[in-house]
């Protein structure tokens, strides 16, 4: 019984272990600094966040499938930039725009995806790749300079309101929603966990595992091409590396989240813990005035204790099933 | 002559089996020891305990004369244990000779001397009388000669004891020969030698003395001079033989599946016929392309020719979601890396198949799902406290009963069993195969490969054999014997 008991408490942890975490970070920079806690810095953090918190959804995805896509920063960049120029240089209406972002978020999804599947590689190093042409072709279509004068009408969907709630967090709202209702409650969802979680198992079960990783980058795709309206809408102009940095950090959130790095696990509100604790480690630490770099330092500490921890307590569930098991053997005899 | 290995009480336990129960025998000098026992019956994990791959949990080995509770694969290589798998450690794309002196160090510190390599490999094959070209790449040769390349890696040293898991499984009739005058002059050098087998006959031809393993426990040592074949049987099986196959009694119905003329995934030109209630056998050695064969008609290998004909009209099938379709079920031999989810729970593993069929728009109903996996709980035996259960946290034989409730769940009609009861005890087999029955008694006809001579012959109704990719012969169920199976399988 007492190992029952215990089990069920690292159980527990395992699977809100974000979620505990979240309320660490926030306990100690609510007591560093009073100003923390005030309605206007949460709504702040919130607001800063939720072109983070769009794309890690997407992403989770497709790490919830087994792979890993560090291009996604690179993809933000590049679609800012496009559709800051078509907008700028060529007069194209905003609402025109957002349909162009989120197709061409698509597309550039897709590419990676295709990539990979053609070349029969693992999604990583085919996105080591094009995250390098993501880039270069940012560069290239900006010359290195900074597109301002974004129409209002477009600047609205990053900075208005409805109410006190920032537009930017009612759309991640709503898409956290339909996120999770699509992997807990269809069977599209669970067809993603199978492929993680055993992609040859999955390809035997009769599912269709290519269609399932176009689905997966199209969702994926979807959710970069609206963190890159929000993100370029609420800065108001945009640059070749707006976006730059960006991966890690979702990879990290996600991971935090308690999606597994070998695929086929995760729950999508933790994915949220995992954004806003490195949100709030930076925004803590910067009321608190410590020098923006340290930050780095922090969060790759953090990145490796997620994935350590991972490794952990998988390993550890392995030992405690011998255990349990070998003793029932035991007692038959 | 002294004893040059011996072991006392050695258990090892694993998730949901004991592996070794409390395993005491010794190995004498100089002889040839043949180890025999049923699939899981312990022989690969005690290889493993002496080659100081895995630590035992209780016990002692003494070894060279030393007391120690568990070896190191180091250890275990400096007492001088060479061990040769059933799957080899070569590196493909490397030569016979970098193969051999793989990780040691011969000529000067830094640079290797190929020249004195190649002449220590030369005298080897010299000695065993074959012809192997040293430089030649690993990957270039057959099965046979690359075991050769791996019994020479072990002669390299100060080898004493040889311990062979199933040499002769995967190699050629001529290949087994060649092998069996190696293991003479071996024997004639002082190497002392633990040789597991299925094959009775090759126990009989070489060894010197024989123990048995059943379920974990050690039952047994024999001279070979002092028993017969039924008695080992009896001891490995603990029983009666034909006690362990339930009765069928069902007439043969309908042509159900007939494949004509069939090229792909390395097989060539397969015919075949499958009846309505029948359990139709393939026999075959390692790699004679019967899991190839079933993939292909599952969907899951490309076909490059040929008919697939389900109730006598033709179909096509390009995927396994197009088996399916077909009311074609395939239940893998590999279960752990095709078969289950093993991360996820019981309901979830056996609604997968069919989640769109319980599915409302795309939402999957939770209530139906349970509902069908309690009842296929209860139908087939599946121990577990809730369907909850995550399937790793299962023993072998209740993971397989899921992973085949996965495919019934389909309402395949046509079910091909790739080695239904590979690793699971001897308790949970009679339970597969009292549900094969069952099944076929349900008019689902069945397609079983397998390796276990004892299996094939106890359930089937009739048996087609391969051979290299291609059909080598077909028996029905009077002319049963191991013999004829194994002639046709090795290609004579």
Not at chain 2, 193 to 219: K, L, P, Q, T
Not at chain 2, 355 to 383: A, C, N, T
Not at chain 2, 439 to 456: A, C, D, H, R, T
Request: proline residues 2%.
């Amino acid at each position: 019984m007492k190992l029952n008991k215990k089990f069920s408490a690292s159980e527990f942890l395992r699977n809100n272990m974000a979620w505990v975490l979240l309320a660490v970070c926030c306990l100690i920079f609510g007591v560093i600094s009073p100003n923390f806690f005030s309605l206007v810095n949460i709504i702040n953090i919130l607001n800063q966040n939720a072109y983070i918190i769009i794309t890690a959804l997407g992403i989770s995805f497709i790490m919830m499938s087994g792979e890993v896509d560090i291009s996604v920063g690179y993809a933000i960049s590049l679609n800012g930039v496009v559709i800051a120029l078509l907008m700028t240089k060529f007069g194209m209406s905003p609402v025109v725009a957002v349909i162009v972002a989120v197709l061409l978020g698509i597309v550039l999804c897709l590419v990676n995806m295709l990539i990979a599947y053609k070349l029969k590689l693992q999604l990583f190093m085919a996105t080591v790749g094009t995250s390098t042409i993501f880039q270069g072709l940012a560069f290239v279509m900006t010359q290195s300079k900074t597109i301002s004068n974004l129409p209002p009408s477009f600047k609205i969907i990053g900075q208005g309101y409805i109410g006190i709630i920032p537009i930017p967090v009612a759309i991640a709202l709503v898409l956290l929603i339909v996120v999770s209702f699509i992997l807990n409650k269809t069977y599209v969802g669970r067809y993603v966990f199978a492929i993680g979680g055993n992609v040859e198992a999955a390809r035997l079960a009769g599912i269709n595992v290519f269609g399932m990783k176009i689905f997966i980058a199209s969702i994926a795709g979807f959710m970069t091409g609206i963190g890159a309206i929000i993100l370029s809408a609420r800065l108001g102009s945009v640059t070749a590396n707006m976006g730059t940095g960006l991966e890690f950090t979702i990879i990290t959130a996600v991971l935090l989240g308690g999606v597994s790095v070998r695929g086929g696990e995760g729950k999508i509100s933790g994915v949220v813990a995992g954004v806003l604790i490195l949100a709030i480690l930076s925004n803590g630490m910067q009321l608190a005035r410590l020098d923006v770099y340290y930050q780095f330092v922090a969060k790759g500490i953090i990145m490796l204790a997620a994935i350590g921890f991972d490794v952990y307590q998988l390993n550890r569930r392995k030992k405690i099933t011998i255990k349990t098991q070998g003793g029932k053997e035991n007692i038959k005899d | 002559m002294g004893k040059i290995l011996e072991l006392e009480h050695v258990s090892k336990l694993y998730p949901g089996v004991v592996a070794l129960d409390d395993v005491s025998f010794s190995i004498e000098e100089g002889q040839v020891h043949a180890l025999m026992g049923e699939n899981g019956a312990g022989k690969s994990t005690l290889i493993k305990v002496i080659s100081g791959a895995i630590k035992p949990e209780q016990g002692t080995i003494i070894i060279g004369g030393e007391r120690y509770q568990s070896l190191t694969p180091a250890l275990s290589k400096e007492k001088g244990v060479g061990v040769i798998y059933q799957e080899f450690n070569l590196v493909p794309t490397m030569s016979v000779v970098e193969n051999i002196f793989l990780g040691e160090r011969i000529g000067s510190k830094i640079t290797p001397d190929f020249k004195k390599m190649r002449e220590m490999a030369r005298e080897i094959f010299d000695e065993f009388g074959v012809e192997i070209n040293v430089d030649e790449m690993v990957s270039e040769l057959t099965p046979g000669k690359q075991q050769l390349v791996e019994i020479a890696k072990t002669l390299t040293r100060n080898v004493k004891l040889i311990i062979m898991d199933e040499p002769s499984a995967s190699i050629s009739v001529a290949d087994v020969k060649t092998l069996f005058e190696i293991i003479a002059k071996l024997k004639k050098k002082g190497v002392t030698i633990i040789y597991i087998s299925h094959r009775m006959e090759e126990v009989f031809e070489i060894a010197d003395v024989v123990s048995i393993m059943r379920d974990g426990h050690y039952i047994g040592t024999c001279a070979m001079k002092d028993v017969t074949r039924k008695e080992l049987i009896t001891m490995m099986v603990g029983r009666e033989l034909n006690e362990s196959y339930p009765e069928r009694n069902i007439p043969k119905g309908e042509c159900v599946l007939e494949v004509e003329h069939l090229y792909g995934n390395g097989d060539r030109d397969i015919s075949f016929s499958l009846h309505q209630g029948e359990i139709l056998g393939i026999a075959g050695l390692v790699g004679a392309g019967r899991t190839e064969l079933a993939k292909v008609i599952y969907g899951a290998a490309k076909m490059d020719h040929g008919t697939i004909k389900v109730d006598g009209k033709t179909v096509k099938i390009r995927t396994p979601h197009d088996a399916i379709e077909a009311g074609i079920g395939y239940i893998p031999e590999d279960r752990k890396n095709e078969g289950a989810f093993l991360e996820f729970p019981i309901d979830w593993n056996i609604s997968i198949m069919c989640l769109e069929k319980y599915s409302r728009r795309m939402v999957v109903e939770v209530k139906k799902i349970e509902e069908l996996v309690e009842e296929f709980q209860k139908k087939l035996g599946i121990k577990a406290p809730s369907i909850k259960q995550y399937v790793k946290n299962l023993s072998g034989g209740n993971q397989q009963k899921v992973v085949v409730a996965k495919t019934l769940a389909t309402n395949s009609r046509i079910i091909i069993f790739d080695e239904p009861t590979r690793g699971i005890d001897v308790g949970a087999k009679q339970e597969i195969y009292q549900l094969m029955n069952a099944m076929v008694q349900q008019g689902i006809s069945i397609i079983m490969i397998s390796s276990e001579m004892e299996e094939l012959i106890g359930m089937s109704d009739r048996i087609i054999v391969m051979h290299e990719g291609k059909l080598a012969g077909e028996l029905e169920k009077k002319d049963f014997s191991q013999n004829r199976i194994l002639e046709y399988a090795s290609g004579m």
